[in-house]
């Protein structure tokens, strides 16, 4: 079968390798798509501790191709969608129903599906794969996947006051699912860097937005009466960007950090401020068996806003091109048809 092959930073070929077969409890699946995101996009431009090199991707739909012995939930020809992972549910954080933290995480991770073909793992087959319902198209239907760490993330944001004013800081698909998400829950604005980006995403939102590069803490300030944020989003993983955007966050404030960041990654944050102000700075990751099944309601009742995410369509054998155009941030998501 053809499959994707990050062989290092910066170059992937499409090559013949031999198909998968599912061992108990798991099903191959034939790819109808796979879309990129920033996690890919990561691994392309300098390797990722995650997904390491050799067939990557891991947002799907498909057909069920064969069927391991022993799986009574799926039989071939069966449409299908799911998400990457599930959890163990047996480890030190799965006991705690802290499922995203699970410690086997990875050893039960759906990874090349930029291919023909990908194993869905047992684990996955029994917790987070689905029949895919007939109003999802299979272009979309593998949203579900970053959606449901949106989900996640507005979960960890807890209770939210009415007209609450939110940032999200980015212009990726990440910030605009967090301005589709959020929208009718406050006032929200989407800051960033490049016009171009803050235009598409005020298109395809609604939402408003300002500059991270020009009066960024004059106007935010403006924009929220000089009280700051209620409510900051990263979705950039830049520090200089966070570092701006804690500088605006309102007392009672509260900071997430979802954007995934290196090793060893610092902030400097008053913690005079902190203190007196009551301002929360809370973490981010993944997504757990209920953010997931949200996000497949959400893409239902909003399945209009979040398709538009998915800027081109390309073929396997042109992956490269789909990440060049990722890294020039003149696609948000692209569709890959293997
Ligand atoms: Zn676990």
Redesign the pocket.
């Known amino acids: 079968m053809r499959a994707a092959i990050l062989r290092e930073p910066g170059r992937i070929v499409v090559e013949d390798i031999p198909e998968p077969e599912p061992d108990e409890g798991e099903v191959v699946i034939r790819v109808r798509y796979a879309l990129t995101d920033g996690t890919d996009l990561k691994a392309y431009l300098r390797g990722h501790h995650l997904i390491g090199y050799g067939p990557f991707g891991h947002e799907y739909s498909g057909i069920v191709a064969k069927v391991g012995k022993g799986v009574e939930k799926f039989r071939e020809g069966d449409a299908v969608m799911g998400v990457n992972t599930a ?5 030190h ?2 006991r705690r129903s802290m ?1 995203n933290l ?4 990875t050893e039960n991770m759906v990874l090349g599906t930029y291919a023909e073909y990908v194993r869905i793992p047992a684990q996955v087959v029994k917790i987070n794969l689905f029949h895919k319902p007939e109003d999802i198209p299979f272009r979309v239907a593998p949203i579900i996947e970053p959606l449901a760490c949106v989900v996640r993330g507005v979960e960890n944001l807890g209770e939210m006051e009415p007209g609450s004013n939110i940032l999200v800081v980015g212009t990726g698909s990440v910030a605009t699912m967090f301005a589709i998400l959020l929208k009718d829950r406050g006032q929200v604005f989407v800051a960033g860097r490049r016009e171009e980006a803050l235009k598409r995403i005020q298109e395809l939102t609604g939402v408003r937005t300002l500059s991270t590069e020009k009066n960024f803490s004059e106007e935010a300030m403006d924009y929220t009466d000089g009280y700051g944020f209620d409510i900051i989003i990263d979705a950039t993983g830049a520090t200089e960007a966070m570092q701006k955007a804690l500088g605006v966050l309102s007392k009672g404030g509260k900071f997430l950090v979802f954007s995934g960041v290196g090793k060893g990654t610092s902030l400097s944050i008053d913690i005079h401020a902190l203190h007196y102000g009551e301002m929360s700075i809370v973490g981010s990751f993944h997504h757990t068996p209920d953010s997931v099944r949200r996000a497949i309601d959400i893409l239902r009742e909003k399945r209009m806003e979040l398709e538009a995410l998915i800027t081109h369509e390309l073929p396997l054998e042109m992956i490269e091109e789909a990440f060049r155009l990722m890294m020039e941030r003149k696609a948000l998501k692209v569709a890959i048809r293997p």
Not at 102 to 105: D, G, I, Q, V
């Open positions: 959890p163990c549910m047996e480890c954080y799965c499922y699970c410690e086997k995480l």
